[in-house]
């Protein structure tokens, strides 16, 4: 086989994967690799955040788990969880009324439910920072307003989800159960929403990782003792990237990817995380 | 006498400026099969909606044993539907479809138990109560649909369409099931197909729909052997359609000037143009011209073998085409291609019907 030849299968057959394997490689130093990072740092026995990390230690652990650090981590959990029946509960009726039914204004409401979606988040917060000002509503600020920040720009992904799902419906199951004696609440609840599910589930879950990841417009809702952790994160790195923060980071980072193990376990949400129906 | 189970009076839907239903006069008995035929867009499908309760009528009245139901949602209409694409719920297994409407009604879990049991016994799924709608196949689909509308007793079954996804051997399969577990239930039903050979083998009566309105509605026999419109006439099997002149009211001239006699019916007048109708079985093609009924003179264009049947295509003097179809009775094909022959028929086997044929016909 002449040398020519042999480069040439090369490069029919082994050059893709070579190239498909280097980008792969890439992807995941880039995304795994400042996390691995970041958790080695936190172990470090010194003052400065070191990497290789020098020495061993779990001080900077134990202060992460200091009040000062789990009183945000909390709060975020709670304003995420919130945010996210709360955006979900609205998604549903509004995803149902945009994408079953035909009526004046509906590409308006549809731009505006999604509009956040392209707005930066940092000119909601501003905007919304000036509105609650405005009105007066400056008590309001922290925890009520940060709640309804972030059903703003967190609704968007559960009206896609379930909008998805409710697409995905079977045409005429409802008028089936419509004719065997289902009423329109019994409808809903024995046939439409089992149905969706999963879209709603996703919806929830996406709303809760926006909401439990954003800084951009949390930064101008949040007050002293009513603060995100990433707005905590992003105060405390003023002073310097300490090994505490390290710890912190890992933590906040822990935390959504558990719940959504969780989640993705009970519900089977690999479909809309992974965009693919596995199921027939 | 006992109300009908279903009457419809002047049921009209619109869509805008559409019509879909044009004005429906229909009244089925109990235990009843009608069929609504007809091609898409012709309104079948509305009209079954319509009486299901899915969409709000127009204009017109719904009768189920008398009572009007017009202004009733459809799930309190008692009315069992199934559907073209089974709309079985996904989530849940046969059994629990079966038990849907009876859980709505609030039957007791003991007789549901029993119920949803003889419900898959009648439709031959014993034992694949547990499986659900994707592990089945499309044949089993179909039967939980129509076992799950047949369990809550419903006064009318609505069937739309419910053969068209099934393969050709399953569907003739289904039409002899559908018939034989409808005759055992004596259950009223509504069938919606554009199957003719399904409207004729199934039906107590059909009733042909076009353009939103019934054109004849008759037992499968009427509406083959005596076809009230053009429509009718070439919607269901096939139709030789000559044209011609009612001259006086025993006779018709036909296109190429030939003078036959025809007993012409009463509610056409002379001077009528009409449509000589004559069934492609029931014409012959002769050498010699029969003395009496019809005998249009033409040439034979093309014989094809079918193997139960032969066609004859015949061009007609006058520029019409006929359509000739002899059974196979063992014997060679007595013409060929170029002959000179007479396209006949009987009168019994000539029907006339009011109005002309539309230019540029084939």
């Not at chain 1, 230690?57 to 945010?83: C, H, I, M, Q, Y």
């Not at chain 2, 073998?305 to 059974?327: H, I, N, Q, S």
């Amino acid at each position: 086989m002449s040398v020519r030849r042999a480069f040439n299968r090369w490069r029919a057959t082994a050059a893709p994967w070579a190239v498909l394997r280097a980008f792969v490689v890439f992807v995941y130093v880039f995304s795994l690799g400042p996390i691995l990072i970041t958790a080695a740092v936190s172990f470090n026995a010194t003052n400065r955040s070191f990497f290789p990390p020098r020495g061993f230690s779990l001080r900077w652990w134990e202060r992460a788990f200091a009040p000062e650090w789990v009183d945000p981590l909390l709060f975020s959990l709670k304003l995420g969880s919130l945010t996210a029946v709360v955006a979900t509960a609205l998604a549903l009726p509004l995803a149902f009324a945009l994408y079953r039914y035909r009526f004046r204004g509906r590409q308006a409401l549809i731009a505006l439910t999604l509009g956040p979606l392209m707005m930066p988040t940092l000119v909601t917060g501003v905007g919304l920072l000036q509105l609650f000002q405005q009105l007066g509503w400056r008590e309001q600020l922290g925890f009520t307003g940060l709640l309804v920040g972030h059903v703003v720009i967190c609704m968007p992904f559960a009206v896609r989800t379930v909008s998805v799902s409710l697409q995905t419906l079977p045409p005429n199951v409802e008028l089936a159960a419509a004719s065997l004696g289902a009423t329109r609440i019994a409808t809903l609840r024995w046939v439409v929403l089992p149905l969706v599910k999963t879209g709603v589930v996703a919806g929830g879950v996406f709303a809760f990782i926006h909401s439990f990841t954003d800084v951009n417009l949390s930064i101008f809702l949040a007050r002293p003792g009513e603060t995100p952790i990433t707005v905590r994160i992003l105060g405390f790195l003023e002073f310097g990237f300490a090994p505490t923060l390290a710890a912190v980071s890992v933590i906040t980072l822990i935390v959504p990817l558990a719940l959504v193990a969780v989640v993705e376990r009970v519900s089977g949400l690999g479909d809309f995380i992974y965009g693919e129906r596995r199921r027939a | 006498m006992p109300e009908p189970a279903l009457r419809l009076t002047g049921l009209e839907k619109h869509y805008g400026a559409t019509t879909a239903v044009a004005g429906i006069d229909l009244t089925v008995g109990h235990g009843e099969f009608v069929t609504l035929l007809g091609p898409s867009g012709c309104g079948k499908t509305t009209t079954l909606a319509l009486i299901a309760g899915f969409v709000p009528p127009s204009a017109g009245e719904i009768y189920l044993k008398g009572r009007s139901v017009a202004d009733l949602p459809a799930f309190r209409r008692d009315i069992g539907v199934v559907f073209q694409d089974y709309a079985l719920f996904p989530h849940m297994t046969a059994g629990e479809n079966v038990a849907f409407g009876l859980r709505m009604r609030k039957v007791a879990p003991v007789d549901i138990a029993r119920r949803v049991g003889e419900a898959l016994d009648l439709v031959q799924l014993k034992g694949l109560g547990e499986r659900r709608p994707l592990q089945l196949s499309g044949g089993q689909r179909q039967r939980v649909a129509l076992a799950r509308a047949l369990v809550i007793n419903p006064t009318v079954l609505l069937l739309d369409e419910p053969l068209s996804n099934l393969d050709l051997k399953l569907r003739e399969e289904m039409r002899v099931e559908i018939v034989s577990i409808q005759r055992r239930l004596g259950i009223t039903t509504v069938f919606v197909t554009h199957d003719q050979g399904e409207a004729l083998v199934m039906s107590d009566r059909v009733a042909v729909m076009n353009a939103g309105r019934i054109e004849q509605i008759g037992r499968p026999a009427d509406i083959y052997e005596r076809p009230a419109t053009r429509f009718v006439a070439e919607f269901i099997g096939r139709m030789n359609l000559f044209a011609g002149t009612v001259t006086d009211a025993r006779s018709v001239r036909t296109a190429s000037g030939v003078e036959i006699s025809l007993p012409v019916p009463r509610e056409i007048p002379v001077g009528a143009n009409v449509s000589i109708a004559v069934r492609p079985e029931r014409a012959r093609v002769t050498s010699e011209r029969t003395a009496r009924g019809l005998a249009l003179a033409g040439t034979v264009r093309q014989v094809f073998y079918l193997g139960a049947t032969r066609e004859y295509r015949v061009d007609l003097e006058g520029g019409e085409r006929g359509l000739v179809e002899t059974p196979n009775d063992g014997s060679d094909a007595r013409f060929a291609s170029g002959d000179t022959v007479w396209l006949t028929a009987s009168f019994d086997d000539c029907r006339l019907i009011e109005g002309g044929i539309p230019r540029g016909r084939p």
